[in-house]
Every structure is written in structure tokens, then in C-alpha cells.
């Protein structure tokens, strides 16, 4: 391979990003959201390749059969206007009729949103026709179909940036993670599929030339598979990894529809990659008598919580403990509040830190999501044996502080992998964590220290930002603006949560502040 390939494939990539990034714009002309827009392109593209597929005379003939002939790619092409729409229509309720199925998976629920039948023949002919979807190789297609989701994140009335994950630092935890051939891999709130295809990416880099037949063909048939609540979600979950070779279009769904803190997991995990959605509280929308729309607080008795509460975040915590199988390892994006509140989450971190060894936190800055005034971290831990004598399992906790002094903002100065590569060298991945050495940024903490904290409080900060001391550190004025956005949204979140405790109601949308003039 030569040197020029990957600059070329990258421009490629954006070219056609680029591409289905105008088709997008036409569309929202039409009245469609972005993610409507991914949703749409995601049924027509799966069609689209299934006619690769089944055209390549290298393809085995039990595999060319994943769409019936009346519903494939070229009986849609070949139709136009009014017939084409009418014909569309058909073949979504038809293909919608496989549960359990990387179809089924895509096509649930399915419904046309493009009401003009010229931009559909437009889409068909154009832009989905035109391109060779499986020849050029999955990076190409699944990047470019990845920085669309990206570009749709950024859709923030529809909320869509909930779903996404900055590839910056998913690619940082895989990193420090180093999954193994032999892992298998979950993600319980996948959303578009970000960690689960990074952690298979990371794999065929480091492994692949060493793998046989049979082990590369497990990496996408089961070993690595995710769940997501939204049923669009979960689809454009499914597409992503279909477009980056991970499952068979015919082949069981890697990724399963439903809420993942209903029941116990039936199947466990030896990586647990996850950032659960934002949003405090569990809920459900219920219709009283009188016909008006409540919200219903969801807490959820399982018998493997140590704690009981409406906390979203913790119980998702809770649930990826159950998840990992005994010396499985997790890498968790999780909210401030989950570090320091009392009650439940007091139970849930006494039990981390006795149970697991909960070895390193990652204070996370502001500035990086789509959902604003979010301040996060990631905590890695590993899921151990009881020890004798009921001793705890966490001896040390590494505290990397990426947050004091550091500002990022979603446009302007985006997080870059660059930007985490002190963190991983500094978490020494594939080393002894005895060997790690402390530095102004990275700090360790003995149990004994944590356990006599006031209630196991893990939030823990010794930096100070200069730029509140020196006048010539003055930020510019657009990541000032930002900071006090993100920070008024998360005093906003604070006092919602605490209002609805108290039976009130919460009639702003606290996610309502948007910057002006920045992202």
C-alpha cells in the first residue's frame, strides 16, 4: 500500500459526504430533518448493495436472496413518478416483516418521508445509483456515511446529537482499551454504533494478519453486538456497521431494539464500551383519565442493583457491572452527578469500588458534546473475584484531569484525537498500572483516601484554571460565551432534576439555550 492511498481515500470520503451532504440540503428543503434524511438514504443504500451483493458472481448463491426479487434494487430503479413512490412504499412495509435480522433492523417502522416522487427518482437515479456501494472497499462508504451521521449531530433541534459520541475520544478509550480478538464487545446505548465499529476497526488494525478465516468472519457475526432504545437509532446503528463489514445483511441483527435496564443481561461481555444518553431521570409518557400527558419516574428493581433510583445514569452504571463477565474491563462516559451524589449513588460507588477495581477517571472538558452543559468523565474499570476476607478489589484510583483549563468548542476548536494523547500515554495501555507516573495532570488516590471521602465522593479536583488569575490568559470572547452557556445549561439540568424530585413541574426546556454566533 502506498503512502498516497489514505490521503486519497480521505478525500474520496469527504467528497462524498460532501455529495450526500447536498442531496441533504434539497431535502430539508422538501421538509426533512437530517436524521429523516439518513434514515431515508439508509433503506435506499441497504437495497443498493443487497443488488451488489447478489450481482457478484463470487457471491454464494444462499446469500443472493436477502431481498425478494419484487422488492430488490432494480424492479425501485426501474420505476419513476407517482409509480416509483407508490412502489417504495410497498417495499418498506414489506422488508419491515423480518424481525431478528440485520433487514428487520433496518427497515423497522419504516415509512417514506420524501412526498416529492421527483426527489425520490432523484435520490434513486443520481446520487444511491451512480455509486458502487461494496467494491471500493467499507472504509470509504462506512467513513462517509459516518461523517454524515456526524454532520447530522449537529441537527440540534432534533436532538440527534445525543446519539453521537465525539470520534476524538471513543477512538482515545479504544485505545487505552486495546480490544483483542477473543473479546466480546457490547455497547448497552449504542446509538448510531460509534464504539462497537472503532473497537472492530482497532482489531483488524492490530490483528487481522494474524487471524485465520474462521476468527475474522466471527469478529461480524455475534462477538461484538450492541443495543439501543430508538427504533430509528438503532437502525442507523445497524447500517453503520453493515456499511463498515460488521454483519451480514441476512444474517441475526447485531443490534437489538428495547430498553436495556429492563431485565437483567442474559449474555455478558468481556468489554463494555458506553456513553448512556444524557437526561437524569428514567421516565415514560402515561395518559391519565382526564386525557392529559404525564411523566412517569421509571426506577427498576432488579436483583442485581445494589441501589433502587430513578437515575438514568446510575442505573445504566449498575447495568454494565452486570454486564461484564469476571475480569471483564468498561470504559463509561458518565455525568458529574454520578461521582458525587448521595444515596443511591453513594451505594452504587461503595459497591464500585469494592467489587471492581475502578483504576482510572478521566475528567472530561466542556465544550464537546451536542447536548449542552454536559460535564462528564469516563471511568475504566474491571470487573474482579471477591477476595478473601471480603477485602476490596480497588487498591488505587488515577485521576486525569483533561478538563482544568482545557476549552473546546464544537466548530472553532473541536476535540481532536491529538488533544487526548497525553491521557493515553500517561494511562500506559497494555502495562502495569504500578508503572504509571504522576504529573501536574495525572494524580492517584489510595481506597482509603476515597472510601473517607464525604459520602465516597469520586468528583475530585486540585488544578486551577490560570486563566481566572491572569488577565493575558483571557480566553477569546466565543469560548467565554460558550463556557457560560454549557454552564447556565447544567445549572438548568440541576434545577429541573430537583424541581421534578419535589413533584413540580418543569415547563422550560432546559435545553433550550443555544449560543449565538459560536456552534
Known sequence: MTPAIPAQAHAQTNTLVAKLWNYCNVLRDNGLSTIEYVEQLSYLLFLKMADEIASDPFTEEEAKTVVPAEYDWKNLASKKGLELEAHYRDTLTALAKNPGTTLGTIFAKSQNRITEPALLEKLVVDLIGKEDWTIQGTDL????YEGLLAKGAEDTKTGAGQYFTPRALIDAMVDVMQPRPEDTITDPACGTGGFLISAHSYIRKHHMQNLSRDQ???LGSGKIWGNELVTGTARLAAMNMLLHGIGDADGPSLITEGDALAEQPGRHASLVLANPPFGKKSAITVIGTDGKAEKEDISYERGDFRATTTNKQLNFLQHIMSLMEMNGRAAVVLPDNVLFEGGAGEKVRRRLLEDFDLHTILRLPTGIFYAGGVKANV??????PPRSGGAHNTSKL??????????FTLKQHPLRRADLEDFVQAYLPGQSISERVETERF???DYDELIARDKVNLDITWMKDPALDDADSLLPPEVIAQEIVEDLQAAL???AAIAEALGGEVAADTDAIQPTGTD
Open 443 to 445: 494524580k492517584s488516590f
Open 379 to 384: 471511568l475504566f474499570f474491571e470487573k474482579k
Open 141 to 144: 462508504k462506512g467513513d462517509a
Open 493 to 495: 439540568s440541576e434545577f
Open 398 to 407: 488515577w485521576v486525569y484531569d483533561f478538563r482544568t483549563a482545557k476549552h
Open 216 to 218: 475474522r468472519l466471527a
